[in-house]
């Protein structure tokens, strides 16, 4: 029997999926724009910003599951 934490993390995993492939079937010259742009990008910029996002992912789960 799964737990409610893994089926929760399921459930994310699969938002993600879905609205990444909106993301990409809307306006695929978009992403590959944003894509050449994050390759551009310095990796302590990307880290910062990646860092930020899972702190605000985080903190926006705990609000809604609290």
Known sequence: MRSIAFAD???GLGILFVLEGLMFAASPAWMRRAMKSALATPDNILRIVGIGSAVAGLILI???RR
């Open 62 to 64: 705990w609000f809604v």
């Open 9 to 11: 993390f399921l459930i």
